[in-house]
């Protein structure tokens, strides 16, 4: 497994899925280590005045979803779009958790498929800020986040994996990500190691 060499001076934050719907789900690692891990990096973020940017997924009624697949858990009737739509509406199931709160200045962004960048904003306001690295965590591995790297690599970011900041609904998708996938993309190590050499960066003024 890859370790990480450098951080580019301008890197973003990006946090995949960490909504109150996927905080409930039997995740293969506790969910309330990777928030903590997480947590850590959005200070350290936000200490050198770099972007944090909190990704959540609504993919009630994308076209992706009314499409034939082998499991699914999606309604593909209008009534049953409009349904689920006010159920999450009032549940809150896709807000940010309230662990991490999304502050003046951090990005929100919403997504409808897995990847966070298809029909966002997410790279045209990272192209505003000049960002050319991203450091990914969230949930899940082999899901959100591995398909947002993906789209991150397609479009020339350097980027950066929290091992300890994400999490799987099961092992083999999330070692297949770490071990097979992310080693060909990015760097990946620890939060601490993250950490540590996003602190050797100048602050921008």
Not at 47 to 76: D, H, Q, Y
Not at 153 to 166: E, I
């Amino acid at each position: 497994m890859t370790m990480i060499t450098a951080l580019d001076a301008k890197t973003a934050l990006v946090l995949i899925d960490l909504q109150n719907s996927i905080a409930g789900l039997q995740t293969v690692h506790p969910f309330n280590d990777v928030v903590k891990n997480c947590t850590q990096l959005i200070d350290a973020f936000r200490t050198k005045k770099l972007p944090v940017v909190f990704v959540r997924v609504i993919t009630v009624g994308a076209k992706w979803t009314l499409a034939r697949v082998e499991r699914s858990n999606m309604p593909k009737t209008e009534e049953g779009i409009r349904e689920m739509k006010a159920k999450i509406e009032a549940t809150g199931a896709a807000n940010i958790i309230s662990q991490l709160e999304v502050k003046d200045g951090d990005l929100l962004i919403t997504k409808h498929t897995w990847s966070a960048f298809p029909e966002t904003l997410l790279h045209d306001e990272l192209q505003k800020r000049g960002i050319t690295g991203i450091v990914l965590g969230g949930v899940a591995t082999s899901i959100g986040v591995e398909a947002t790297a993906r789209d991150a690599s397609v479009l020339g970011y350097n980027l950066t994996f929290a091992k300890d900041a994400m999490t799987d609904l099961t092992a083999s998708g999330h070692e297949h990500s770490l071990n097979t996938i992310f080693p060909r993309i990015g760097e990946i190590d620890t939060t601490e190691a993250i950490i540590a050499k996003l602190r050797e960066l100048a602050v921008i003024s």
